[in-house]
């Protein structure tokens, strides 16, 4: 049995692929309004009362967890459910509301045993699996950069918590940056660059940087909080540049031309569902985790994460 934390639009995403695969799932639900409307569309029961009152009932000990609730409460269930004994659980970036948290988080799952995987969806795009695909025809990555520019004009008018906001790079931006780094390699050593800051958040907004990946590929980064621009990955092989821009699309540029074309995707599940979560989940469910990055791994990510946000200067 599987059990799906929470019951707002990121349950509902899970939902519609657990029923695909047909997968037994309970749910448990806290807001009485986000219950309902997952209800009313999943036709699916939900244990109102949140995660503490469910435990209060000794259920049995489920094989598999999805645990997407808000950000600012991820932390408190996961530790929760592995109190509870619970070994295997997806958990939705970007796994707590600041790096203290992902510490915590971390070293409770070291000393329960539990295995936590990170549920960057990104990497589960048509357009990744393709770009992978290529790249390794093409003998390997050169050197690559990324862009993980935000609108903050459209994310002030959002209704997101004081917490959410602080962290903004923790939050969001990780999802191009982790992104870039699993297709390129990880850093080795970062030299990076900040400046500027929003009243609302806690690192800085402009930012600028480069290194080398520990396979020793070059890599740059840039992003403006203040100016235009979009989440952007590129990267370099022998043949050519690969772009992801939009991410979920993926164009080529031939050594030697200027022409930039669109490569054709078998979008069938990005189409079908919200894009990578059908193989995500199918990934996660078959315990396939040759994608899914642990939460080991993303606590360690943080030494570089904290040099890019310029958190802590």
């Given at each position: 049995m599987?059990w ?6 990121m ?5 519609k ?37 469910f435990l ?6 489920p ?11 991820l ?7 592995m109190?509870y004994?619970?070994k ?7 796994g ?6 992902i510490?915590?988080?971390n ?19 048509a ?6 695909k290529?790249i ?6 050169l ?7 935000e609108r ?11 917490q959410v906001?602080?962290?903004?790079f ?13 297709i ?6 970062i ?7 929003h009243?609302w958040?806690?690192?800085s907004?402009l ?7 520990k396979?020793?590929r ?14 952007s ?6 043949r050519?540049r690969?772009?992801l ?42 315990s ?10 993303y606590?360690g ?6 040099k ?6």
């Amino acid at each position: 049995m599987l059990w799906l934390v929470g019951t707002g639009s990121m349950a509902l995403e899970y939902a519609k692929v657990l029923k695909d695969l047909k997968v037994k799932y309970y749910v448990i639900g806290r807001g009485k309004q986000s219950a309902r409307r997952f209800n009313s569309i999943t036709k699916t029961d939900v244990f109102l009362g949140g995660l503490s009152k469910f435990l209060r009932t000794n259920p049995v000990i489920p094989n598999k967890v999805i645990n997407c609730v808000n950000i600012e409460k991820l932390k408190s269930t996961s530790l929760e459910l592995m109190n509870y004994g619970a070994k295997n659980i997806l958990l939705e970036k970007p796994g707590g509301s600041s790096i203290k948290e992902i510490n915590e988080l971390n070293k409770h799952s070291k000393r329960s045993g539990a295995d936590i995987r990170i549920a960057f969806n990104r990497r589960f795009f048509a357009s990744t699996q393709k770009l992978k695909k290529l790249i390794k025809q093409d003998g390997g990555v050169l050197s690559f950069n990324f862009d993980f520019t935000e609108r903050t004009d459209l994310i002030e008018k959002e209704k997101k918590s004081k917490q959410v906001l602080k962290n903004w790079f923790l939050a969001n931006s990780t999802h191009v940056v982790d992104l870039a780094f699993k297709i390129g390699g990880l850093p080795d050593h970062i030299t990076s660059h900040v400046s500027n800051k929003h009243s609302w958040n806690n690192s800085s907004s402009l930012f600028c940087g480069s290194g080398k990946t520990k396979e020793g590929r070059l890599f740059s980064y840039h992003a403006n909080w203040h100016s235009g621009g979009r989440w952007s990955v590129e990267v370099f092989t022998l043949r050519g540049r690969y772009i992801l821009c939009p991410l979920e699309k993926l164009f080529f540029q031939k050594r030697g031309s200027f022409d930039i074309k669109e490569i054709p995707l078998n979008i069938k599940f990005d189409k079908k569902f919200k894009p990578g979560f059908y193989l995500q989940t199918r990934s996660f469910i078959k315990s396939i985790n040759d994608d899914l990055l642990s939460l080991s791994e993303y606590n360690g990510h943080m030494n570089y994460y904290k040099k890019i946000a310029g958190y802590n200067r």
